[in-house]
């Protein structure tokens, strides 16, 4: 398994989620110059040589205080797009 992506510490010490933003601090659907991306993902196989990803998976554990939306193209392979907020109005 290999993992790509954004992680922040939600302690809700306050009582409240964190309003500490991931990435830009723009949600994935916002896209290219707003949102955070990951682009051309792969991994160095046994032979050492570069691997792209096959069927990846894209999860976002609190997608009201942050998302990620998955994309493929030929320019920039598998790619997503990712982050948000934290604390909003749908995450409270």
């Known amino acids: ?10 302690t809700m010490s306050t009582g409240a989620y964190t309003s500490t933003q991931m990435g830009s601090g723009h949600f994935a659907e916002e896209g290219y110059g707003k949102a955070s991306y990951f682009r051309n993902m792969q991994v160095v196989g046994s032979k050492n040589f570069l691997t792209p990803l096959s069927n990846p998976t894209y ?10 939306q998955g994309r493929f193209n030929d320019k920039w392979g598998h790619h997503f797009y990712y982050g948000g907020l934290g604390r909003n109005e749908k995450c409270p």
């Open 59 to 68: 999860i976002a554990d609190q997608p009201n205080c942050y998302n990620v």
């Open 1 to 10: 398994m290999v993992q790509f992506g954004g992680e922040i510490v939600n």
